[in-house]
């Protein structure tokens, strides 16, 4: 399981290739070390258009970090309906949602405290 910085700098990169791959949008990372109590250090946050993208990003995540670093996650939630499908590896948690599942649930207001990176899709084909 990730522990070293160096490691979850990796994962982070890794999980961004996969969704990327597979055309996931609106990535957002969160940053929570500032934050108290809280489960783990980051949360990656995109969206898919349908439960089918939704399903082939977090098929795609996971894909890319295996092969990439040989890491799993430790829990996987949501694949039965891929409205929202949540990837725990421990110290970053990987959220991907259909849009509209994204704005209602809103975990970027939630955590409002969390420092918020927004990445552009700067991949071009």
């Not at 399981?1 to 990327?20: A, F, H, P, R, S």
């Not at 110290?91 to 599942?101: A, E, S, Y």
């Amino acid at each position: 399981m990730t522990k070293q910085k160096g490691n979850v700098d990796q994962l982070i990169t890794e999980i961004i290739n996969g969704i990327e791959k597979v055309k996931g949008q609106k990535i957002s990372i969160l940053d929570l070390r500032e934050i108290e109590n809280t489960a783990c250090d980051y949360f990656i946050i995109c969206e898919g258009s349908s439960n089918t993208q939704v399903n082939a990003i977090s098929g795609s995540v996971q894909k890319t970090v295996s092969k990439a670093i040989q890491d799993k996650p430790w829990h996987v939630e949501g694949e039965a309906n891929a409205e929202w499908i949540l990837l725990d590896y421990v110290n970053v948690v990987v959220h991907i949602f259909q849009k509209q599942i994204r704005e209602y649930y809103d975990i970027e207001g939630l955590w409002g405290d969390a420092k918020i990176t927004n990445l552009e899709n700067t991949k071009t084909i």
